[in-house]
């Protein structure tokens, strides 16, 4: 059974840092491409970063600067470090792990990211 469950989400001032995490079972996570995207209220879910299993990543505009994506294959864990949070960053933030060749994708159930004064 394969599970991504993440955590570390919460509520934080403007201008905060929270570190999220990801850990995954029941998959070889080495070869999976991972992601962190979110969906905030009345808006599509959209992608944040990823990190590909060859070790590139790549961010959405909005977040580039404050936001780093790494993922720890000993531990089967993908993080996200956010930076200088902003209000437009509340969303709910989700898990993802993706092998394209095989056509296998996966999701999390979702922690939720409220940056409010």
């Known amino acids: 059974q394969v599970q991504l469950v993440e955590s570390g989400g919460g509520l934080v001032q403007p201008g905060g840092s929270l570190r999220l995490s990801c850990v995954v079972s029941g998959i070889i996570f080495s070869f999976y491409d991972m992601g962190w995207y979110r969906q905030a209220p009345g808006k599509q879910r959209e992608l944040v970063a990823a990190?590909?299993?060859?070790?590139?990543?790549n961010y959405a505009d909005s977040v580039k600067g404050r936001f780093t994506i790494s993922r720890d294959n000993a531990k089967n864990t993908v993080y996200l470090q956010m930076n200088s949070l902003k209000p437009e960053d509340t969303a709910v933030y989700y898990c993802n792990a993706k092998e394209s060749t095989i056509g296998r994708e996966y999701w999390g159930q979702g922690t939720a990211v409220t940056v409010s004064s």
């Open positions: 990190h590909t299993s060859g070790r590139s990543t």
